[in-house]
């Protein structure tokens, strides 16, 4: 992992590769806060890297338990970086604004990235829509 910087908005995909600690905090409207802490790797494969967080989700009221999940994070065709889906469909790109959207009918994803202090950061989404409304922070140090 680099050392922080302030001179580029978004990292390049390889100072990405790596083994991060990651904690998430799900805050679902009119149900009990989620917690997850766990590790997410960065591994380089033939098309970037591929994305893998393991870990354990707890939610207020229920026992732990155990979670994984994975994307492809490849370099952008534009630039930036493009996250994939484990089976390869597209998922949103990280350009310069660190913002993107995805919409999965009939709710709609927004995420904002923030790297300023590098080599920590944050994903924040919010999921908005009549199946889904939550708010989920994530961090990587």
Known sequence: ????????LVPELAEFEGKWRLERDVVHAG??????EGTAYFVP?????????????TVAGQGPMRAERG?????????????LFEDARFFHSITDSAEARHWCDPDMYHVAYDFTLWPEWTA?????GPRKAYRMVSRYT
């Open 1 to 8: 992992m680099a050392a922080r910087r302030a001179w580029r």
């Open 31 to 36: 149900a009990p806060p989620a917690r997850f």
């Open 45 to 57: 494969d033939d098309g970037g890297l591929s994305y893998r967080e393991t870990g354990v989700l």
């Open 71 to 83: 994307y492809l994070w490849r370099v952008g065709k534009g630039g930036g970086i493009d996250v």
């Open 124 to 128: 924040t989404w919010a999921v908005t």
